[in-house]
């Protein structure tokens, strides 16, 4: 083969590769949030963004689209170019339970969806108020072998709600579940002895139980979580080997090349090491985690597993 020939073959294949040999990225980013602005996983985004765009020269803006169990922004990102332009925060909800909630997905998110890394896990706690007659999680587990209790957190088909059921079943125990919309509704009916116990997030709860007004009895990691380092694990509470961490993700749309995928998981990764990133993601209750691809591939599969016969048991229907 003669040199011209060989360069002119090499001209091809680098023009055939297209944008995942291109210096990615070279205009805005944008990444969506299925959440309102102000909670944590839109919080977390943020300081995700602003470090990205002071890695990258460029752009990452965040745009929000809540609602619909998280399909509003699995949707955008399915709809969008596979070139890493537009990245989706998916919920492990939204990846694993929603799919067998509702008649019909607009999407399908084992296909349309490509992992790039799991951002943070978030730990729930169970949680009464300082003067309740359960001093330890056993407590409450020995009371509701023997009575119907009323535990609060928030909507059916939420992963509040299936971590709960999936807790309740190990632990051989039922309890009446309170669904609300809000963590500030759940609180108060707490506090008003309306609820026995209720089963949060660390970062809605951190002021009411740095102020003594509520105690928590237990935390669902696999590990004591930084913020709250006095809560023992389910585990040292006596439901040995459980623990449950829903985490959020994030996503591109499938085609997009492996080696933006790959970039973008090096880059998170990098910002998500910093100690700083890290006090800030534990203020909000948070666990980074930035692992690759495939470990995030085989955490959806895993779950998935566990949640379609707990979703159908339970009959739970999502609008």
């Known amino acids: 083969m003669t040199p011209p020939l060989k360069h002119a073959l090499l001209a091809l294949a680098l023009l055939a590769a297209g944008p995942a040999l291109a210096a990615y990225p070279d205009k805005p980013v944008k990444i969506v949030v299925p959440n309102t602005p102000g909670g944590p996983v839109d919080v977390t985004m ?49 990846m694993t339970i929603v799919p067998f909630a509702v008649d019909k997905m607009p999407y399908d998110p084992q296909k349309d969806l490509a992992p790039i890394t799991t951002i943070a896990r978030t730990p729930f706690i169970f949680l009464v108020p300082k003067d309740s007659p359960f001093k330890t999680w056993q407590d409450f587990i020995e009371a509701a072998r023997s009575r119907e209790l009323k535990l609060g957190s928030y909507s059916i088909g939420t992963g509040f709600h299936l971590a709960w059921e999936q807790i309740a079943r190990r632990a051989g ?98 910002i998500l090491a910093s100690p700083a990133m890290q006090k800030q993601m534990e203020m909000l209750g948070q666990v980074p985690v930035a692992d690759t691809p495939a470990q995030l591939a085989e955490t959806i599969r895993k779950d998935r597993r566990n949640m379609e016969p707990l979703v159908k048991e339970l009959g739970i229907r999502l609008q």
């Open 46 to 94: 943020r300081l995700l963004a602003t470090e990205l765009s002071r890695k990258w020269g460029q752009p990452v803006v965040i745009e929000n689209k809540a609602g619909a169990s998280g399909m509003i922004t699995g949707a955008a990102v399915a709809a969008s170019p596979p070139d890493g332009y537009v990245l989706g925060t998916m919920l492990a909800a939204t």
């Open 173 to 270: 125990v039922k309890a009446l579940y309170a669904p609300s919309s809000s963590a500030g509704k759940t609180q108060g009916d707490l506090l008003g002895g309306i609820l026995d116990i209720s089963f949060d997030a660390p970062s809605s709860a951190k002021g009411l139980i740095d102020s003594g007004r509520l105690r928590a009895l237990a935390i669902t990691s696999a590990q004591r979580f930084g913020g709250l380092p006095d809560v023992p694990t389910l585990d040292e509470s006596g439901l040995k080997g459980f623990s449950t961490e829903p985490w959020f993700s994030l996503m591109a749309r499938t085609g997009t090349p492996d080696e933006i995928i790959a970039k973008i998981q090096r880059d998170i990764a990098a």
